[in-house]
T-cell receptor
Framework: DTGVSQNPRHKITKRGQNVTFRCDPI?????LYWYRQTLGQGPEFLTY????????KSRLLSDRFSAERPKGSFSTLEIQRTEQGDSAMYLC?????????????FGPGTRLTVL | GESVGLHLPTLSVQEGDNSIINCAYS??????FIWYKQESGKGPQFIID?????DKRQGQRVTVLLNKTVKHLSLQIAATQPGDSAVYFC????????????FGKGTKLSVKP
């Protein structure tokens, strides 16, 4: 199965630490999205890439959040100086824009707990 | 702005019965809608999608109905099984070429054996 993968699956950190999550999309997909999901809510869009270009980042929650996709394949999401309010599930999705449909397929997520 | 919401937060059905999960959207310009299933601790799983030029689309045991007049979307699951127990989200693709999804809060479906 070559679906979207995310690592780590779980991350526990102390407040003030930096964390980085990785997403590997489906190989032929050119778009990659990051979402955040808090308990009892639907996913909330953060940012997305088309190939290596980050086309939307105004929805990132603060300047402590940043994302990269340097070679247009995997992507990383970094949170600096974590706060307890950052505790959530971070989801990655990928799609093939320009095809018949632009269906987004999600990975399993990284659950972040900030103590 | 756009909003996608669900009518009921929880739904409990008997195994073998049909389930209907409803969703309302507010942006009349929305042209693409997707239903996802999310099991506990997992990412959303694509179920079925529909474009605004259609009013019905069928998959395996699932049917999505779109009523553009009242801006309403529904997901019908036939012969519901215990494995269908999950939270179901409808999502609307934000207008333009950006493609990011706007999700509602979800409906939790519980299937009683």
């Amino acid at each position: 199965d070559t679906g979207v993968s995310q690592n780590p699956r779980h991350k526990i950190t102390k407040r003030g630490q930096n964390v980085t999550f990785r997403c590997d999309p489906i190989s032929e997909h050119n778009r990659l999205y990051w979402y955040r999901q808090t308990l009892g809510q639907g996913p909330e869009f953060l940012t997305y890439f088309q190939n290596e270009a980050q086309l939307e980042k105004s929805r990132l929650l603060s300047d402590r959040f940043s994302a990269e996709r340097p070679k247009g394949s995997f992507s990383t999401l970094e949170i600096q100086r974590t706060e307890q309010g950052d505790s959530a599930m971070y989801l990655c999705a990928s799609s093939r824009f320009g095809g018949r449909t632009d269906t987004q397929y999600f990975g399993p997520g990284t659950r972040l707990t900030v103590l | 702005g756009e909003s996608v919401g669900l009518h009921l937060p929880t739904l409990s059905v008997q195994e073998g019965d049909n389930s209907i999960i409803n969703c309302a959207y507010s942006n009349s310009a929305s042209d693409y809608f997707i239903w996802y299933k999310q099991e506990s601790g997992k990412g959303p799983q694509f179920i079925i999608d529909i474009r605004s030029n259609m009013d019905k689309r069928q998959g395996q045991r699932v049917t999505v109905l779109l009523n553009k007049t009242v801006k309403h979307l529904s997901l019908q699951i036939a012969a519901t099984q215990p494995g269908d127990s999950a939270v179901y989200f409808c999502a609307d693709q934000e207008g333009g070429s950006q493609g990011n999804l706007i999700f509602g809060k979800g409906t939790k479906l519980s299937v009683k054996p």
